[in-house]
């Protein structure tokens, strides 16, 4: 059993009364099959009754965790677990996983502010899976921690990266 949990920090306008809305996708690299999904969102919008929220699988299939309800309560903070995420139990976990995030009146705006994914998978390699982020001057720093006093005689250190231009 294995565990990826991933967010993207959006802050991107919901446009407003389309069909289409808003779309950002978190790509998962590792293998295996979802045995439990859960979503977080925070969007700020004065109307949460006007909003639906799909997310969907790499697979294709959707489930919608919001359905216009909420009526005038303003604002969705809310982590979406298994209720909402049941069917994408035993779904491949590898892909592009998409939240969709529609307002269907006009007159408000509103925000996708972030939004996260955390999947438990079936796959025992890889236990974790973090990124090196892309882009001139960006770089991935990991601190490892030593609670033991003393002199250091010897060190070592390894790394197992996988990516396509090396």
Request: hydrophobic share 35%.
């Given at each position: 059993?294995?565990?990826?949990?991933?967010t993207?920090s959006i802050?991107?306008?919901?446009p407003?009364?389309?069909?289409t809305?808003l779309?950002?996708?978190?790509?998962?690299?590792?293998?295996?099959?979802?045995?439990?999904?859960?979503?977080?969102?925070?969007?700020?919008?004065?109307?949460?009754g006007d909003?639906e929220?799909?997310?969907?699988?790499p697979?294709?299939?959707?489930?919608v965790?919001?359905g216009?309800?909420g009526?005038?309560?303003?604002?969705?903070?809310?982590?979406?677990?298994?209720?909402s995420?049941?069917k994408?139990?035993?779904?491949?976990v590898k892909?592009?996983?998409?939240?969709?995030?529609?307002?269907?009146?006009?007159?408000?705006?509103?925000?996708?502010?972030?939004?996260?994914l955390?999947?438990?998978?079936?796959a025992?390699?890889?236990?974790?899976e973090?990124?090196?982020?892309?882009g001139?001057?960006?770089k991935?720093?990991s601190?490892?921690v030593?609670?033991v006093t003393?002199?250091?005689?010897?060190?070592?250190?390894?790394?197992?990266i996988?990516?396509?231009?090396i």
């Amino acid at each position: 059993m294995s565990f990826v949990a991933k967010t993207s920090s959006i802050n991107k306008v919901i446009p407003d009364n389309s069909d289409t809305g808003l779309v950002d996708s978190i790509k998962v690299f590792k293998g295996g099959k979802a045995t439990s999904v859960e979503v977080s969102v925070n969007i700020k919008h004065p109307y949460s009754g006007d909003l639906e929220i799909h997310l969907t699988a790499p697979s294709g299939k959707t489930v919608v965790l919001h359905g216009r309800t909420g009526s005038s309560k303003p604002d969705i903070v809310k982590v979406f677990g298994e209720q909402s995420t049941a069917k994408f139990i035993g779904e491949s976990v590898k892909g592009d996983w998409s939240l969709t995030v529609k307002d269907f009146a006009p007159r408000d705006e509103g925000i996708l502010h972030s939004w996260s994914l955390q999947i438990e998978n079936d796959a025992t390699k890889d236990a974790s899976e973090i990124f090196i982020p892309d882009g001139k001057g960006k770089k991935l720093v990991s601190k490892q921690v030593c609670n033991v006093t003393g002199k250091v005689k010897n060190i070592s250190a390894s790394v197992n990266i996988k990516h396509p231009y090396i």
